[in-house]
């Protein structure tokens, strides 16, 4: 019997693969959680003061990457889905959702972290440099100062106290345990009084950009996975803002008819008229790019297609026997709603939530690669697509990698759409 390579399969590699290649970040993040109970126990006060997002989003993931596992386990009856044969777009969507549920853990480095310009600007993908260690200061710290350190530690990914970034390292060549170190094209000496010793052996290891760099030395693959997270949370924000107001409105001109039906029809009308694209340009330019105004703008810029099927389905199913029967026995409308008519309608709607999920991730990386997205304070798809634009001459993975990212995001959430219309279609059924 040929074995096949099923969902659980691809789940259990992404996780020991995300657990051996950030070991040394996990056992770091255990023992920062560990000196925040310490802290917690000593100065409450204190202890919660330090909480914030960036925080509580490294305990959320660490706790997460621990208890998904056994979830999936103890619960694997549960999840059918778990024992499907793995396609390239599983493939895809599992890695998408290891980068936004562990995106702290999963990232090389932080978004926004510069290493040395000088050395780490425009790298190729691939691309190593060795850290070269110094001393900083005296060891002994108490709880306050050992949290401080570790969580130092953790958001910076060790990189943290002082070193210097250098293409290569070469012994010195008089016997006094001093290194020179390579910076490009200049030569420098570290002296062993400096150097911050290991098993006797100057400390020094190694940065891998595995993607390469930007202009400003960030991490390619690093601003890709919170980049990932941001653009997908945007997505499906708007898709349930664009879900909740199309079915509202298309169930109430459907169902109720008359003044109400024309009032919205011509509403919906005058919305698909209008180049929608420059009313969202109009109101981000007004109101200023935050997420909550692009979520809350791409969300009302698309319930015009959900709301024209959710309107002539209504209208199609109002007259039907079981319809006509619920309303004798007094049910309410809402119940109507969703308990009758709503798993008709579904197959057709999660096709158009599908498209215009994509439609919403393509309009939040036009805006960042126009300037007025999340891209100026949050990595995006599309400002990173602009900035490589300057350097596609010596520099082509800048853009290419968030196009790669953007065209098979797109790839998977059709694919994924066309399967959730064949599992929900309750005429295939």
């Known amino acids: 019997m040929k074995k ?44 919660i003061q330090q909480l914030d997002l960036n925080l509580f989003d490294f305990f959320a993931s660490f706790i997460f ?16 889905f778990l024992f499907l044969r793995t396609t390239f777009t599983d493939s895809v969507l599992v890695a998408l959702l290891i980068f936004i549920i562990f995106t702290p853990i999963a990232a090389p480095f932080q978004f926004d972290m510069q290493n040395n310009i000088s050395v780490s600007n425009l790298l190729p993908p691939l691309s190593v440099k060795n850290i070269v260690h110094l001393k900083s200061g005296n060891d ?85 996975i919170y980049g990932t997270r941001l653009s997908l949370f945007v997505g499906l924000s708007s898709v349930l803002i664009s879900f909740a107001v199309g079915l509202l409105f298309g169930f109430a001109a459907g169902y109720l008819g008359g003044i109400t039906d024309t009032i919205l029809n011509r509403t919906s009308d005058i919305f698909l008229s209008f180049p929608i694209i420059f009313l969202i340009i109009l109101i981000v330019g007004l109101f200023g790019n935050s997420i909550a105004t692009v979520v809350i703008v791409l969300g009302f810029s698309g319930w015009m297609n959900l709301f024209k099927i959710a309107r002539n389905e209504a209208a199609s ?29 579904l197959p057709s709607i999660i096709v158009t939530l599908v498209l215009q999920y994509g439609n919403v991730i393509i309009a939040e990386s036009a805006l960042s ?22 350097y596609l001459s010596q520099a082509w993975w800048i853009s290419f990698f968030p196009c790669l990212f953007l065209f098979l995001t797109l790839l998977t959430a059709n694919h994924f759409g066309n399967k959730m219309e064949i599992s929900f279609n309750i005429k295939t059924k």
């Open 369 to 390: 690669y126009l300037g007025l997205g999340l891209g100026n304070n949050y990595p995006s798809w599309g400002a990173m697509i602009e900035s490589g634009q300057y």
């Open 317 to 345: 199913l109002k007259n039907k026997d079981f319809i006509i029967t619920a309303k004798m026995l007094g049910f309410s409308n809402l119940h109507i709603l969703f308990k009758e008519m709503f798993p008709i309608m």
């Open 140 to 224: 002994n710290k108490n709880s306050v100062q050992n949290f401080v350190h570790l969580r130092d530690l953790v958001f910076n990914k060790e990189m943290t106290g002082k070193y210097f970034i250098a293409d290569s390292i070469a012994n010195s060549d008089q016997n006094s345990g001093d290194i020179i170190i390579y910076q490009k094209s200049k030569k420098q000496i570290i002296s062993a009084a400096e150097l911050k010793n290991k098993n006797i052996t100057p400390e020094v290891s190694t940065l891998v950009f595995l993607l390469g760099t930007d202009e400003f030395a960030r991490d390619i693959f690093s601003r890709l």
């Open 65 to 80: 990457l621990f208890a998904a596992p056994l979830i999936l386990f103890f619960k694997r009856a549960k999840f059918n």
């Open 4 to 47: 096949e390579f099923k969902i659980w399969h691809l789940l259990v590699v992404f996780f020991l693969l995300l657990i051996f290649l950030r070991s040394g970040l996990i056992y770091n993040l255990f023992l920062l959680i560990t000196a925040f109970a310490k802290l917690l126990i000593d100065n409450p006060e204190l202890a």
